[in-house]
T-cell receptor, first 115, second 109 residues
């Protein structure tokens, strides 16, 4: 499709389990961002990729969080040993640069619930 | 230091024009001003982007004064479906894109 897809759309997991979230960006977009959003809150930056490299990982909350991107396309965000405070909606943004202009196209998100 | 400052919330009646102003005193020469709209349970959606003066599209208008230290998003004749959170961002080139807290617009019947 032409849009950004994320899977799964919903994930319920037990505390201590690992989860993997996937993002399929728009073809040709060089950058990809991960954000998370808790209920009623703004978007919290996690990490972004330029191609397959992550210039800025400063938003990752702890070393339990990791992300990778392969082939300049699909990205996965992995959370190890999940905790209840990890519960949030995880949003992926496929990002296009045109000269100095930046446009982001968001996926529908993955709602993660840690019980 | 926050890159942008905007009101936390606004209320408006249906049919009115809504103007949301964003302050960005430290905007850099390469930065563009971009606005996003987010409905509940959805990711943000790009609305409009501009560098200076006025930009208009089918959804909104963006007014940017000459000093570029602020910008105003104008939504003409809002309807209930315009109830959402509106985010103002300044970003340019390959800088990291971060969102502030946004303005929660509530349209009242």
């Amino acid at each position: 499709g032409a849009g950004v897809s994320q899977s799964p759309s919903n994930k319920v997991t037990e505390k201590g389990k690992d989860v993997e979230l996937r993002c399929d960006p728009i073809s040709g977009h060089t950058a990809l961002y991960w954000y998370r959003q808790s209920l009623g809150q703004g978007l919290e930056f996690l990490i972004y990729f330029q191609g397959n490299s992550a210039p800025d990982k400063s938003g990752l909350p702890s070393d339990r969080f990791s992300a990778e991107r392969t082939g300049g396309s699909v990205s996965t965000l992995t959370i190890q040993r999940t905790q209840q405070e990890d519960s949030a909606v995880y949003l992926c943004a496929s990002t296009r640069y045109r000269d100095r202009e930046v446009e982001q196209y968001f996926g529908p998100g993955t709602r993660l619930t840690v019980t | 230091l926050a890159k942008t400052t905007q009101p936390i919330s606004m209320d408006s009646y249906e049919g009115q024009e809504v103007n949301i102003t964003c302050s960005h005193n430290n905007i850099a020469t390469n930065d563009y001003i971009t606005w996003y709209q987010q409905f509940p349970s959805q990711g943000p959606r790009f609305i409009i982007q501009g560098y200076k003066t006025k930009v208009t599209n089918e959804v909104a208008s963006l007014f940017i004064p000459a000093d570029r230290k602020s910008s105003t998003l104008s939504l003409p004749r809002v309807s209930l479906s315009d109830t959402a959170v509106y985010y103002c961002l300044v970003v340019g080139g390959y800088q990291k894109v971060t969102f502030g807290t946004g303005t929660k617009l509530q349209v009242i019947p």
